[in-house]
């Protein structure tokens, strides 16, 4: 099986590497950011020693194309798109939030509501809710944004204004872009039969000082769906949802011991686990973006990659 989990490319004018856990971002002359998606596999904060066939193509592809749909309500950082893995982009100031927005009881929010807790980043989730309900109105909850391999934690509104990590009069920026891409979302995913449950927005500032989308958007590592046919009938009859998501393999991890707590093991994947989690992906672009997956030549990606970079920067 042919991957890319690293790189390490020399470009024209290069200024720097940031390795994240699926993508590789290269500065270049202090202006553009070459963003390549990895076909690494990260799950509760750890990447999985296999690479995924596909994966990094499948996650650009969405991305890039939901920048496209969403670029006339909330500007964003891309320039072009020269690989199926690459994207390239203005150089921007990430912000040191994330910001998660939830429409529905699922994952992180419904393992915290099954303990008990009904406050969720300081707001309040009501009682009487099974998992995979509908919230009356989605609700943003906002994490830290991890460096260093470490924990996304959740932060309360107050708290990021509070410690000064973003600036009120951007944060209320931040929180009307982060509701009005979700309802975007929301609309696009509807007319392709999916319910988009919960997802997670990241935002930069440019060198102009506008705040800009940057990193990824609606892919299945950041996003939740649900297949919207059957979906009340299986909350009635309290039924696990049909989604699609990257909750397959945290579930299969789960299942297999581990959540990412220090002193697990992660599980050996066999091959054909590796292949079954490629072919969910594939499946997960076709029925996000209602179009036919076209599977680009993996025989020697880092030099397909290198070559198509290069003959952008000239």
Not at 56 to 69: E, P, V
Not at 222 to 229: E, I, T, V
Request: charged letters at 25%; one cysteine or more; hydrophobic letters at 35%.
């Amino acid at each position: 099986m042919n991957t890319i989990t690293t790189t390490d490319f020399s470009f024209p004018n290069q200024k720097s590497v940031y390795r994240g856990k699926v993508r590789e971002v290269y500065t270049i002359n202090d202006e553009l950011l070459v963003m390549i998606a990895t076909d690494r596999l990260s799950a509760f904060d750890v990447v999985m020693p296999k690479g995924i066939p596909y994966k990094g193509q499948i996650l650009n592809q969405i991305a890039t194309k939901f920048m496209h749909l969403t670029s006339d309500i909330v500007p964003n950082w891309l320039i072009a798109t020269p690989d199926p893995n690459v994207a390239i982009g203005h150089l921007c100031e990430p912000f040191k939030v994330e910001m998660v927005i939830r429409g529905y009881l699922s994952g992180h929010a419904a393992r915290e509501y099954a303990s008990g807790k009904r406050m969720i980043c300081g707001v309040p989730m009501p009682d009487g809710l099974q998992e995979n309900d509908k919230f009356l109105n989605p609700i943003i909850t906002p994490t830290t944004k991890a460096e260093n391999g470490s924990h996304d934690e959740d932060i309360a509104r107050e708290a990021i204004l509070a410690n000064g990590i973003v600036s009120e009069a951007d944060y209320l920026v931040l929180e009307k872009y982060t509701r009005a891409l979700f309802q975007r979302g929301t609309e696009i995913a509807a007319s392709r039969g999916l319910i988009l449950v919960d997802t997670k927005y990241e935002f930069g500032k440019t060198k102009s000082g506008e705040i800009v989308l940057i990193d990824e958007i609606h892919t299945p590592d950041s996003s939740r769906y649900f297949y919207a046919d059957g979906y009340a009938e299986r909350q009635k009859n309290k039924e696990e949802q049909k989604q699609l998501s990257k909750e397959f393999v945290r579930r299969w991890l789960i299942e297999n011991g581990f959540q990412g707590k220090e002193g697990q093991q992660i599980p050996a994947m066999s091959e054909e686990y590796i292949e079954t989690v490629s072919e969910r992906y594939i499946e997960l672009f076709e029925n996000i973006l209602g179009e036919k997956f076209i599977k680009a030549d993996i025989s020697n990606i880092h030099e397909r990659i290198e070559k198509n970079v290069l003959n952008y920067l000239r």
